[in-house]
Each structure stands twice: as structure tokens, then as C-alpha cells.
């Protein structure tokens, strides 16, 4: 067992520090404060080659493992929080279940431009009475044929889609069928007739989202990524789009630490340096253990997925662990540094609304424990009441 780096990728994550710091470093707070999404960023990130980098060459992707791209998102975020998302959409969410599961017509249409930083790609799962209990969805496939067209009229609404108010193609959870083994999905285009966005909404991180509407949608056949008996597969492909999550909590959190130390080391109170009171130096230590035990389970489930999928038990547990230290390391590191914290002037307020999303996204921190709580006991627990 080794806990270090190989010299491959301590020079990988070099390699990204460097174009960081060059690229993005200026406008990092601005880009906080923009619910745009950062083409510019994007386009950049697909010259240095940081979009597609766990899909094969043969997609256009670089060929890389999971740890490559954990190592690219928490290394862009050390200097640019916001920018690790263009690294989320163009390595982690439904660009990896298209790569993974797409045919080859699928991947030949999308992914060009997905990878070349000229547009993402959605995941709608959610919808207003089908959060946590995802398989609870209603949008409907309905198969459809006639001469001219051969494949499925869809129709529901989609809620809190990341991206949902500029993406140019939706990767939607839909039901071909009833119960779990009827759900499958679809690749629907922005543009597509029948597809309505409602008004836009905001987090409480400043992102945007907006309600999607499908009525009647026609998805040709061919659009079909996962058809009836789908829904396992798409989960374990999720898998990838938590880990992802997880490293931004993690890294997120550890921007946010790094500036509170920074912070106690040069303000002064009493007379003495803030790091000089022993009331802070018990949170920096616990901050600090918080930080490194998250990283190995991070680290452990990216490594152990090595070119494929990581598992869902050890990705529950980073992703869990993760989520809570982001948000914990990021609202301490908030209070260290007092009103300078919690103001605009710094980045760590962002760090801490960013973070506490992520304890809620992709899966909670109390459906994770679920899953976890499955594993332990080596059973599963049904989540329904008798009815
Ligand atoms: C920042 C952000 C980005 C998102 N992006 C997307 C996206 O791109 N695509 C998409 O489809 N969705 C997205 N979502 C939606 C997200 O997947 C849902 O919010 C999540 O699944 C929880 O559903 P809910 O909000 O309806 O909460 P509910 O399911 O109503 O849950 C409410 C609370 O009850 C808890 N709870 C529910 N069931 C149980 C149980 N069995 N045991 C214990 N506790 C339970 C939950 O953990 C939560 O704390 C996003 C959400 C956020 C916050």
C-alpha cells in the first residue's frame, strides 16, 4: 500500500496547478458570483486536454483513470472554486454515462462538442414528487410509430437539473414501464418541440436551474441510452458524477481551510496572531483530520475504480464523508476568519453555501447512510411503509 502519489500523476497534478494559476486564478471571485456557466473556462480546460479524461481516445477523451480526473477537479479548485464544475460536467456527470452506455450514433453526435467545450450535457432525474426516492418518477416513454417516425413521445417535468437553463442536450430519467425494472433513459435536445423551460430559479450557491418540461417530446429510437431495465446501470454509472461531487466538497472545504490559516497566521487580536490561541488551533487539528481522513476515502474509492466504475459502497462512504467535512471545514474555516469570513470580499461564504448543496445533490447524506447501513448489515433495507 502506498498513500503517495506515482510520479506520474504528482506530475499530472503539476501539470494542472500550473494552467490553474496561468488560466484562472484571475477572475476566480467573479466567476463565484455568475450563475453563467464558464464557456471561456471550458474552452480552455478542452485545449489542455482536462475534458473527457476517463473516456477512451477513441471518443475523444485522453484515456485516463478516475484518479486522473479527481486529481484535475481538486486541482483546479485549490485555485478556482467555481471552475471545478467545467470539470464536473466535461469528466464526471452524464458525459460519462454517454460514454459509457452511449452507442456509437449517441457518442458520435454529442460528444464532440461536449468535449471541445462548446456545450454540456444535463442529468434529469428529479422531479417534484420522485426526489430521494428517484425510482417514484413519472415521465413517461410512450412508443410511438407511424411512417415517418420511429420511437417515443415523452412527456413530465424534471426539477433542480444542474445546468438545465443553457444545457443543449438532457440525459432524462424516463419510465417505459411500471416499477424499477420500467425505467430507463433518453437523450433529449434542448430544442427539441414540446420542450418548455420554466422560470429560472436559484440556489442558495447563486447556480440556476429552471423546471423542465417535456410534453409530447418525440425521441427518436436511436436517442434511447438506456432502454427498460436500465435504471441499475445508470446508478452505477452515477457513481462516477458522486465522486466528482465528492472531491469539490472535499476541495471546497480545503480551499477554504487553507485561507483561514493563511488568515490566522497574519491577523492579529489581543495582541497576539489568531493561530496563537489554543481555542483555534483545536479547530484548525480537527479541521485538519477531517480534511486528510476524507481524502482517503476519496482517494480509495477513485484508485480501486482505477478505468471503470467505482463501487457503490465505497463511493457512499467518500461521498458522505466528504460532503459533511466540506461543509464543516468550510463554515469553521468561515468563523476564523469572523466578518472578513463571512463577507464577499473572500471566497470561503462561497465554499460554505457551495458545500452545504452537495450534502443534499446526488444523493443525500442520509440515502448514502442507507446504503452504507446496507453493507454492514448485509441486507437490504426497503425505505417504503407497508401500504
Ligand atoms: C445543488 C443541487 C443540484 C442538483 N442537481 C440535480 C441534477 O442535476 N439533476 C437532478 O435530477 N437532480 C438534481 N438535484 C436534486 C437532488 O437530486 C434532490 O434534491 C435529492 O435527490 C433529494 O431530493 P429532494 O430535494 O426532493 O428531498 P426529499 O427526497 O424530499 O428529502 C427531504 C429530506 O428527507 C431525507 N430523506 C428522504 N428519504 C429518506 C430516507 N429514506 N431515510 C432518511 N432520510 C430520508 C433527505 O435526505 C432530505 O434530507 C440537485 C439538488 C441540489 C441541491
Redesign the pocket.
Known sequence: MDFQLTPEQAQFRDSVLAFSRKHLAAGARARAHTPDYPWDVAKLMAKQGLLGLTLPEADGGQGGTLMDAVIAIETVASVCPRSADVVQAGNFGPIRVLGEYGSPLQKAKYLKRLLSGDAVI?????EPD?????TDLKTSATPEKSADFDGYRINGT???????AYADVILA?VRFGPGVGGIGSVLIEKGAPGVRRGKPSA?M?G?E?AELHFENVKVPRDMVLLGEGGFKKQMAGFNVERLGNASRSLALGRYAFERARDWALQRKQFGRLLAEFQGLQWKFADMKMQLDAAQLLLYRAASNADRGLPSPEETAIAKAYCNRTGFDVANEALQVMGAMGYSQEELVEYCARRCR??M????????L??RIAEGVFGRSFS?RGST
Open positions: 444535463s442529468v434529469g432525474m428529479t420522485a426526489g430521494s426516492a428517484v424534471k426539477i433542480f437539473t444542474t445546468h438545465s430519467y440556489f450557491s447556480e436551474w448543496g452537495w443534499i445533490a446526488g444523493g443525500s447524506i442520509e440515502i447512510k442507507n425505505q
